[in-house]
């Protein structure tokens, strides 16, 4: 498919980098690109001079496509495509997105959210189109009214029905969350936007293994996949359990986050999110190969995404240091300092920093509680110290005749339950 891209600004030059990485991402063939600087025409967005030398330029390229990277009403985008060839499609930077989501969507929870974000855009457009017809009162266009009033119900309809379900998988989620914490795991997300590289970091840090069976799986997380150098590589969750200096913690690798989502995208995927907002620690990835200015628009519209929602402690990540020199990654430091205090730095591809990324994760995790529990032996005493095995640091254990010593570190949770679990054998024993 090839495609033209398209972007008008009040002032200033257009960017296309971002709407280009997106066109390759989506498998467009960019064919051509035209920039306009003015304020927006009310028929046309750009002005209809532009969108005549748009429609030459489609002709002589003989392009598929036209991308516009801008914030194209219902009605202009309309009158764009009269002006092209027969067949042309004119999509813009939502449709475009969703489109790279569509075919990244490879698990159920992932398509509801397309699904979501689809009908959602839709729905004013459909809204605008009941109401037109409604006017058009003209002969011979009856009914057409009728007809969009009910495809506007049914839009309305499907949103519910899809809402339900992903609220019955969030619901889910939760409880596996609280299951998670109950045995002891500390929970970290990687956040930051996409490409950062925070796949190929979960890849680093993680053991080999998916958590468990039931979680959607990502062939983008197979050790045999590369990563791949394109926008949204993931789309849902994954999780794995990843060894820290002492702890083990459960990492979580979601969807990226990417500038000026209309506010319905970003909350079609809120549940995915999610697994952010409820961390213990938030690893906020960036690509430290980047300018510094484009590192801070993406910290700070990271910041922005997070702030509302986000408890946690967030720990900056700067990565892919292997594609800058040292004395770079000192100028970017300083000069991010205000917003990223103290990064980590790291390359997820070589491996290097990845010891210090442990180290630091570690402290800045919730402290943890130290225990002593004084049990007698007894079969049932057995499947409790094998329990504070599997949640807790054991420190020491020590065996006489008749009792069990362990001294232990662990969250605060897990304590109390070894107590309550001591307390049911041994009542009158435990210390
Ligand atoms: N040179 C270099 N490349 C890296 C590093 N880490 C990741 N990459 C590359 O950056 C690209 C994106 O990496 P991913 O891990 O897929 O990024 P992501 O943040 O998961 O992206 P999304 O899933 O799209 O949100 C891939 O081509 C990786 O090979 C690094 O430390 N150094
Ligand atoms: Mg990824």
């Given at each position: 498919m090839k495609a033209i891209l398209a972007k008008r600004v009040d002032s200033g030059t257009a960017d296309l980098t971002e709407i280009e990485d997106l066109a390759v991402s989506a498998g467009y063939d960019v064919v051509g690109r035209l920039t306009q600087t003015r304020t927006e025409d009310?028929?046309?967005?750009?002005g209809e001079g532009k969108v005549d030398e748009l429609a030459e330029l489609v002709e002589r390229t003989d392009a598929d496509a036209v991308i516009l990277d801008n914030e194209v009403g219902p009605y202009q985008t309309f009158n764009i495509g009269q002006k092209l060839p027969e067949g042309v499609e004119v999509v813009d930077r939502f449709t475009l997105i969703l489109d790279i989501f569509g075919q990244r969507a490879n698990t159920r929870k992932a398509q509801l959210q397309v699904e979501l974000a689809q009908l959602r855009y839709e729905l004013p457009r459909a809204e605008a189109k009941a109401s037109l017809a409604k006017r058009d009162?003209?002969?011979?266009?009856?009914g057409l009214g009728e007809y969009d009033e009910s495809r506007e119900q049914d839009i309305k309809r499907q949103i519910s029905e899809i809402r339900e379900e992903l609220e019955s998988i969030a619901d889910k989620e939760r409880s596996r969350r609280k299951q998670r914490r109950d045995s002891g795991f500390d929970l970290v997300a990687l956040a930051g936007y996409?490409?950062?590289?925070k796949s190929t970091l979960l890849r680093q840090l993680a053991?080999?293994?998916?958590?468990?069976?039931?979680e959607d799986r990502h062939p983008?997380?197979?050790?045999?996949a590369e990563s791949e150098d394109?926008?949204?590589?993931?789309l849902g969750t994954t999780t794995r359990r990843a060894k820290m200096e002492r702890r083990d913690v459960l990492l979580t690798d979601t969807v990226g986050f990417i500038s000026d989502l209309p506010h319905w995208l970003v909350e079609s995927f809120q549940s995915t999110l999610d697994s952010v907002y409820r961390a213990?620690?938030?690893?906020?990835?960036?690509?430290?190969?980047?300018?510094t200015r484009t590192m801070r628009e993406k910290l700070v519209t990271s910041h922005d995404t997070l702030y509302e929602r986000n408890e946690a402690p967030i720990v900056t990540v700067f990565n892919k240091?292997?594609?800058?020199?040292d004395e770079e990654l000192a100028e970017k430091r300083s000069a991010l300092s205000d917003i990223a205090p103290n990064p980590v730095a790291v390359s997820a591809k070589t491996g290097a920093g990845i010891d210090r990324l442990r180290e630091r994760v570690e402290r800045e995790l919730p402290d943890w509680q130290r225990e002593r529990l004084v049990l007698p032996l007894s079969e049932s005493t057995m499947g409790v110290v094998s329990w504070i095995h599997d949640n807790a640091h054991v420190e020491e254990e020590s065996y006489s005749d008749d009792y069990v010593t362990l001294e232990f570190e662990a969250r605060p949770a897990v304590v109390s339950k070894a107590r309550a679990k001591a307390a049911e054998i041994a009542p009158a024993e435990s210390v």
């Open positions: 009310a028929a046309y967005h750009f009162e003209r002969p011979g266009f009856m996409t490409n950062a590289g053991a080999e293994l998916d958590v468990d069976e039931n983008d997380l197979a050790t045999t394109r926008l949204f590589t993931t213990d620690l938030v690893l906020l990835v960036v690509d430290a190969g980047e300018p240091i292997d594609r800058i020199t």
